[in-house]
């Protein structure tokens, strides 16, 4: 339904099973990109805790330390520190899609079973370790859909951080666009974000695998991800041709939103024209 992805936002008052669709026939391949990492081949929850599946490892671990989270593109990601309503302490991942406002999971700033919409959140670009490279920031203006607020659907679990100022302008942001599923199918899925298992999630990992199939509403992935990267962004690479078909400036373009995991995929919001139309309205 279209109200399910109606905007809502922590300022205002509050009141408190989706049908996936067959995946399509893959289509015929279109080349894609895999992001390059040098040697590629405990601390707070997640905030998925006590919702539903965590995200997960398959088979052997093939998640990837970033070495340098000062460059591109894994500064555009954040470590987050989440206070929610009830005082209970969580950890996320981010990621900018201009210069204050992030998207992450619904889930990482609405939580049902802690009292809504969270106190605050602190957003860390490029966490490394004890090194904050571009500082941090602390927001209290959270945005999600109804879909997720009032109906806890995980077709719609996404959501934004909005901060209070430009100190992390020039951070930088990813593009982000609503794609074909004959794209998808054919795409290696990139994940990097802050896993709890690793580093106490003070540390940006990274993996990437092919898309294993896609629905209207989600993409499906056996990506290598952990509690702590809930809310990171899953993008694709493309050559430059298809970028400019797409109508984006980069060819890194993100199409889904990590959040949750089962014993056959892990599986994220996927970006669709309704999801695109949100992300608009929340950078204002």
């Known amino acids: 339904m279209k109200s399910d992805h109606r905007s809502v936002s922590s300022d205002e008052p509050q009141v408190e099973s989706a049908v996936l669709a067959k995946p399509k026939k893959a289509a015929?391949?279109?080349?894609?990109?895999?992001?390059?990492?040098?040697g590629y081949s405990d601390g707070p929850p997640d905030a998925a805790i006590g919702g539903f599946g965590l995200e997960r490892v398959f088979g052997t671990d093939d998640r990837t330390?970033?070495?340098?989270?000062?460059?591109?593109?894994?500064?555009?990601?954040?470590a987050l520190r989440?206070?929610?309503s009830d005082g209970t302490r969580f950890v996320g991942t981010g990621w900018f899609i201009g210069p204050r406002t992030l998207v992450t999971a619904g889930h990482c700033v609405y939580m049902h079973d802690h009292g809504g919409f969270a106190q605050q959140i602190e957003v860390i670009p490029g966490l490394d370790g004890t090194t904050r490279p571009f500082k941090s920031v602390i927001s209290t203006n959270l945005k999600s859909v109804e879909g997720w607020t009032k109906k806890r659907n995980s077709d719609f679990d996404y959501g934004a951080i909005v901060l209070p100022n430009?100190?992390?302008?020039?951070?930088?942001?990813?593009?982000?666009?609503?794609?074909?599923?004959e794209l998808l199918q054919s795409a290696n899925l990139n994940i990097s974000g802050y896993p709890a298992d690793r580093d106490g999630a003070a540390r940006q990992y990274f993996h990437a695998r092919k898309i294993a199939?896609?629905?209207?509403?989600r993409i499906y992935y056996q990506v290598d991800t952990f509690g702590g990267?809930?809310?990171?962004?899953?993008?694709?690479?493309?050559?430059?041709?298809?970028?400019?078909?797409?109508?984006?400036?980069?060819t890194r373009i993100a199409v889904a939103v990590h959040t949750a995991g089962s014993t056959l995929n892990n599986h994220g919001t996927r970006i669709t024209p309704d999801v695109v139309a949100n992300f608009k309205k929340w950078l204002g």
Request: no cysteine; net charge positive; charged share 20%.
């Open 28 to 38: 015929k391949p279109i080349k894609t990109l895999i992001e390059k990492v040098p």
């Open 65 to 78: 330390l970033v070495p340098s989270t000062s460059a591109e593109p894994w500064r555009w990601s954040a």
């Open 82 to 84: 989440i206070k929610a």
């Open 166 to 181: 430009d100190s992390m302008a020039g951070v930088g942001a990813f593009t982000y666009a609503a794609v074909s599923d």
């Open 213 to 217: 199939r896609v629905s209207s509403r």
């Open 229 to 250: 990267q809930s809310g990171a962004a899953g993008w694709i690479m493309v050559d430059a041709a298809t970028a400019k078909k797409l109508g984006v400036a980069q």
